[in-house]
């Protein structure tokens, strides 16, 4: 929650600088912002390159089953969180923007940055995607145990580059986006779109868990009221926590009490914890709509467009960083390569996700519930 007001306060700085500020100083937090960026590009394709293989390399072995059903469920789950974002979203934002006239500037800014500062990044996208499977799956086959000690040191180095610097320092980033939209005179009509977007994913991310544990009461032969009264606790931590690493003791609390198997539970729920992002994908795809809405540079996709990047995202959050913003960190390559989102469009996403993550970090670990209530009803011989 310190995180969240943090934002708060950032934006409101921007929105201050950019409106009443001499224009220097709207310049000095536009050049913090284009060196950031520089350095948030520079970070993504490392991140996706250790976190998956890392993630991938520590997958269970000998419980071929359980794993197999955890891991389809948990990625269905997200895919079809996804699929539901897109089409909700699609259909109700830009309804409810139009009316209000929100057209915010093109990448083109009213004030420039007193310098730009360029930092190559050291791998495409898709190359560290598929990098981090090739040694990912490799490691796991061989045992090769330098390689995973290499992926987890790795993974640790930009988890701390994370914590420490790109997160803190988030603040001053979104308020940079929210000095150069009130400059140009566009600041309160994207804060209004902000707010119908918040109460949008917020609607989503509950209606999807009514359809998970809908079907997962079906399965278990329980009343789904009972079910996600019981996962509560975990909802409420994990709104604190924005991390569904962090929660996971509680979310096991919350998972026995639905009664199920406490062999199932300790396997589902922690692996669900890097792989289960339904929550995550909702504000992520419906925050993605509102920002093309917004942009007058983009245009909203059809849903064959969109398809391939709501399938490509399900993987690259495997085993998203247990920090608040892992989700849309790892996703802000494919907005720019799938969603050709520019620097502008990708700091509006930021600061939009952000505002937001605890709810879908929320989602997620409530839906970690059903999914551990399906695999127990696949896996008989589990109880």
Not at 220 to 247: C, K
Request: proline share 5%; with cysteine.
């Amino acid at each position: 929650m310190k995180l969240i007001i943090k934002l708060v306060a950032g934006i409101l700085l921007g929105v201050i600088v950019g409106l009443f500020a001499p224009a220097w100083a709207t310049q000095a937090l536009l050049t913090f912002k284009q060196a950031f960026g520089q350095l948030l590009f520079f970070v993504i394709p490392l991140l996706i390159l250790f976190f998956i293989t890392s993630g991938i390399a520590h997958l269970p072995t000998g419980s071929g089953r359980m794993l197999g059903w955890t891991l389809g469920i948990a990625y269905l789950s997200t895919l079809g969180a996804g699929l539901f974002a897109f089409l909700a979203a699609a259909a109700l934002v830009p309804r409810l923007t139009a009316a209000d006239g929100i057209t915010p500037p093109a990448d083109e800014a009213v004030l420039t940055a007193f310098f730009e500062l360029q930092i190559p990044p050291p791998l495409e996208i898709m190359t560290a995607l598929i990098l981090a499977f090739v040694f990912g799956l490799g490691i796991a086959a061989t045992g090769a145990e330098r390689l995973r000690n290499l992926a987890d040191e790795g993974r640790d180095v930009i988890r701390l580059l994370l914590l420490h610097i790109i997160i803190p320092l988030l603040p001053f980033y979104i308020a940079g986006v929210f000095a150069e939209l009130a400059a140009a005179g566009t600041v309160f009509r994207t804060l209004q779109a902000f707010g119908v977007i918040l109460v949008l994913s917020f609607a989503l991310h509950w209606l999807w868990i009514g359809v998970l544990f809908g079907i997962a009461a079906v399965r278990a032969g329980r009343s789904p009221f009972g079910l996600v009264r019981n996962m509560l606790p975990a909802y409420f931590t994990a709104l604190g926590t924005m991390s569904s690493a962090a929660t996971i003791p509680i979310t096991l609390q919350a998972v026995r009490a639905n009664e199920v198997d406490e062999a199932v539970a300790d396997f589902a729920v922690p692996l669900c914890a890097t792989t289960h992002l339904s929550g995550s994908t909702i504000t992520i795809v419906s925050c993605a709509v509102a920002v093309m809405v917004l942009h007058e540079a983009l245009v909203l996709p059809s849903l064959m467009t969109m398809l391939p990047f709501i399938l490509t995202l399900g993987v690259v959050m495997l085993a998203a960083p247990g920090v608040p913003g892992g989700a849309v960190m790892a996703a802000v390559g494919l907005l720019g390569s799938m969603l050709g989102f520019g620097e502008s469009a990708i700091a509006l996403m930021i600061a939009l996700y952000m505002a937001q993550d605890s709810f879908g970090t929320a989602c997620n670990v409530t839906g970690d519930g059903a999914i551990a209530l399906l695999v127990d009803a696949r896996t008989p011989s589990a109880s």
